[in-house]
C-alpha cells in the first residue's frame, strides 16, 4: 500500500475511535448531571421530610402548653386543715386566738364581717372554696409569725399559691375596708383638739397632735437599683414614716422608700408635708402666752427632721435652762413613736424579716399590718402579745433609731424655718413659765 494511503487509514482509525471517545464522555456527563440531579433531589426530599417533622414536634409542644398537665394533688400530701378546724369550732382555748392570729375570737370575727364582702368564695371555683375566715386566718397566721409561708400552709392545710393568692386579696380589702376607720388623721377641729389634749395632759407638751418617725422594714434585694434600698443596717429595706398620737396608735404611714432615702426626704415628699403646707389639717390655734402668736398644732420629730411651724425637735445648742427642759420633755414624749414601732412589729413578726412578696406587693401588706395593730389596739381587749417580747422590739427599735440620730444628717431637708424657730420659742417660754 502506498504511504500516503496509509496515512489516510491512520487517520481515519484515528477519527473513530476520538469520536467513540467524545461520544462516551457525552454519555458520562450526562450520567453525572442524572446522578446530580437524583443527589439534589433526595436531599430536598431529606430536608422537607426533617422540616414537617419539626414542625409536627412544634405543633404537638404548643399543643402541650395549651393543654397543662393535670395536677396529681391540689395539696401536698400530708397537710390538713385539722388545727384550723378546731380553732374555728372553739375545741380549743381562747389563748390560742391571741397567740396565733393576735386577736380575741370575738374581734376575729368582727374583723371577718368588715371584709367579707370583699373575699367571699368564687362559686365557680373548680375546687372547694376558702370561706372568708379561713382566708383572714390564714393571713394572720402568716404576719404573726417570722416564718414562711411553708409554716402557714403546713397550719391550714393549703399550698402555696393559694396562701400568696389569699394574703394580697385579705391585705387589700383591710386596707380598703378596715383603714378608713381605724387609721387616719383627724378630720375636724373637734377631733384634733381631742389628739391635742390627750397629748398635753400625757407629756406636757401644748399643741403636740403626734410623733413622727421612719422605721425600715426588711426585704430581700431587689433585681433593680438594690443599692437604692440598701440602708444604714447594712441591710435591704423599705423606710416607713409613720405618725402616732398619744397612745402609740398609728394616724398616718406612708410606704414608698427605698431604705437609703433619708428620714428627712422622705417627710419632704410626703402627704402630710403637703397637707400642713397646704393647711388640709384642721388648724387648732391657740395663744400659749399673752401677747404672742397663736400656735398651730405640731407633731414632734427627731433631729434628723426639719424645723418647722408644724414640726418641732430638738434645741441643738442648750444655752439656758428652758432648753434642757424642752429637750427633756420632747425626747419623753417622742419615745412613743418608738414603743408604737416595737409593739408593731412583736405584734406582726414578718415585719422583722425579708418577706416572701413580691417587691410590688409588700406596701399593701406592710400597710395592712399597721392598720391590723390600730385594730387590736383599739379592741377593749388589746393584751395579745408577750410582754417580753414587746421591751425586746421596743429596746432593738430604740437601739437602731439612736445609731440612726448620730447618723449623717441631710442638710438640704433638716433645716430650721425662721417661723419654725418662733414656734418652738415660744413653746420653750411656755414650758419654763408652766413649770415655775
Known amino acids: 500500500m502506498p504511504p500516503k494511503t496509509t496515512h489516510i487509514v491512520l487517520l481515519c482509525a484515528i477519527l473513530t475511535n476520538l469520536s467513540t471517545i467524545i461520544a462516551l464522555l457525552q454519555v458520562n456527563v450526562h450520567l453525572l448531571l442524572f446522578l446530580d440531579q437524583k443527589r439534589r433531589q433526595n436531599e430536598q426530599i431529606a430536608i422537607s421530610t426533617i422540616l414537617d417533622a419539626n414542625r409536627s414536634t412544634e405543633r404537638l409542644h404548643a399543643t402541650r402548653r395549651k393543654l397543662p398537665e393535670r395536677r396529681k394533688h391540689w395539696i401536698n400530701p400530708g397537710r390538713t386543715s385539722l388545727w384550723w378546724e378546731n380553732l374555728i369550732n372553739g375545741e380549743t382555748l381562747e389563748e390560742e386566738w391571741k397567740k396565733n392570729l393576735r386577736m380575741t375570737r370575738m374581734d376575729f370575727l368582727d374583723l371577718v364581717d368588715h371584709l367579707r364582702m370583699d373575699i367571699e368564695p368564687d362559686l365557680n371555683a373548680v375546687r372547694e372554696a376558702l370561706s372568708p375566715e379561713k382566708k383572714v386566718a390564714m393571713t394572720l397566721y402568716y404576719l404573726k409569725d417570722q416564718g414562711s409561708y411553708l409554716m402557714t400552709c403546713n397550719a391550714f392545710g393549703v399550698g402555696k399559691s393559694t396562701l400568696s393568692t389569699v394574703v394580697k386579696q385579705v391585705c387589700k380589702a383591710i386596707n380598703q375596708r378596715v383603714g378608713p376607720r381605724y387609721l387616719n388623721l383627724p378630720k375636724s377641729e373637734m377631733e384634733m383638739s381631742i389628739l391635742i389634749n390627750n397629748f398635753h395632759k400625757k407629756f406636757g407638751l401644748p399643741q403636740v397632735f403626734g410623733c413622727v418617725d421612719g422605721t425600715h422594714i426588711p426585704i430581700k434585694q431587689p433585681t433593680e437599683n438594690p443599692h437604692d434600698y440598701f440602708c444604714y443596717k447594712m441591710k435591704y429595706t423599705l423606710n416607713c414614716q409613720a405618725i402616732c398620737d398619744h397612745k402609740g396608735r398609728f394616724l398616718n404611714v406612708e410606704i414608698k ?31 400659749l402666752l399673752p401677747g404672742d402668736d397663736k400656735v ?92 417580753d417580747i ?26 430650721n424655718s425662721a417661723q419654725g424657730t418662733y414656734i418652738r420659742q415660744i413653746i420653750t417660754t411656755y414650758l419654763k413659765e408652766y413649770m415655775e
Open 257 to 287: 422608700w427605698p431604705g437609703s432615702v433619708h428620714d428627712a426626704r422622705v417627710f419632704a415628699n410626703s402627704d402630710i408635708n403637703k397637707m400642713f403646707q397646704n393647711k388640709q389639717i384642721p388648724m387648732v390655734l391657740k395663744e
Open 296 to 387: 398651730p398644732p405640731v407633731i414632734l420629730g427627731d433631729p434628723a427632721y426639719p424645723l418647722l411651724p408644724n414640726v418641732m425637735k430638738e434645741h441643738a445648742c442648750c444655752t439656758e435652762n428652758e432648753h434642757v427642759i424642752f429637750n427633756e420633755m420632747l425626747r419623753s414624749a417622742r419615745n412613743q413613736i418608738e414603743c408604737a414601732f416595737g409593739r408593731l412589729k412583736a405584734r406582726w413578726r414578718i415585719l422583722t424579716r425579708p418577706m416572701d412578696i413580691k417587691l410590688d406587693d409588700l406596701p399593701t401588706v406592710i400597710y395592712a399590718c399597721f392598720v391590723l395593730h390600730n385594730y387590736c389596739e383599739m379592741r377593749s381587749n388589746n393584751n395579745t402579745i408577750n410582754d
Open 390 to 415: 414587746v421591751q425586746s422590739q421596743i429596746q432593738r427599735e430604740q437601739l437602731m433609731q439612736n445609731c440612726h440620730h448620730h447618723s449623717v444628717i441631710d442638710q438640704l431637708y433638716s433645716y
